[in-house]
């Protein structure tokens, strides 16, 4: 059972950390230049990050949760579980933090798009800020794909 439960971790991991690389990387550029419309576009990829957000979390709960199980409180000291804490946060404050201040300055803006309108400059630096903590998540985690295989229990 204590093997079948660790391939589960590799697959949770996985997951999370490929579903971030391909959104980010793939899915969300693509859609920019398929789309006709960069409203729609950015809509649409805006829906995917958020079901990506709340994914990411949920993976990383169960991730969290296996670690406390299988090390204790001693996972505390252990850099994958500091890992994934940052991509939790990082995750949280993205989706409820800077995503609803997005979606203000767009409802603000409205009629218009918000970047041809007078808060273009106010959602770019936010945007900015979104984009660079979502690469860092990223990067945080090819970490911890690099790292996890060193905390599993051994049996």
Same mark, same amino acid.
């Given at each position: $059972?204590?093997?079948?439960?660790?391939?589960?971790?590799?697959?949770?991991?996985?997951f999370w950390v490929g579903a971030?690389?391909? $959104? %980010?990387?793939?899915?969300?550029?693509?859609?920019?230049?398929?789309?006709?419309?960069?409203?729609? !576009?950015?809509?649409?990829?805006?829906?995917?990050?958020?079901?990506?957000?709340?994914? %990411?979390?949920?993976?990383?709960?169960?991730?969290?949760?296996?670690?406390?199980?299988?090390?204790?409180?001693?996972?505390?000291?252990?850099?994958?579980?500091?890992?994934?804490? !940052?991509?939790?946060?990082?995750?949280?404050? %993205?989706?409820?933090?800077?995503?609803?201040?997005?979606?203000?300055?767009?409802?603000?803006?409205?009629?218009?798009?918000? $970047?041809?309108?007078?808060?273009?400059?106010?959602? !770019?630096?936010?945007?900015?800020?979104?984009?660079?903590?979502?690469?860092?998540?990223?990067?945080? %985690?090819?970490?911890?794909?690099?790292?996890?295989?060193?905390?599993?229990?051994?049996?």
């Amino acid at each position: $059972m204590r093997v079948l439960v660790e391939h589960l971790q590799t697959v949770v991991l996985t997951f999370w950390v490929g579903a971030l690389w391909t $959104m %980010g990387l793939l899915i969300a550029p693509m859609l920019f230049r398929i789309l006709p419309d960069r409203v729609l !576009a950015g809509a649409v990829a805006g829906r995917l990050f958020s079901v990506l957000a709340y994914a %990411g979390l949920a993976c990383g709960a169960l991730l969290l949760v296996h670690a406390f199980t299988c090390f204790g409180r001693a996972c505390l000291r252990k850099p994958f579980a500091w890992l994934i804490l !940052a991509m939790i946060a990082l995750t949280a404050i %993205g989706e409820f933090g800077i995503q609803p201040m997005l979606a203000g300055l767009k409802q603000e803006a409205a009629p218009l798009d918000v $970047m041809q309108s007078p808060l273009r400059g106010r959602f !770019a630096t936010w945007h900015g800020v979104a984009s660079s903590l979502y690469l860092l998540n990223c990067a945080l %985690g090819l970490a911890l794909v690099v790292v996890h295989h060193r905390y599993r229990p051994t049996a």
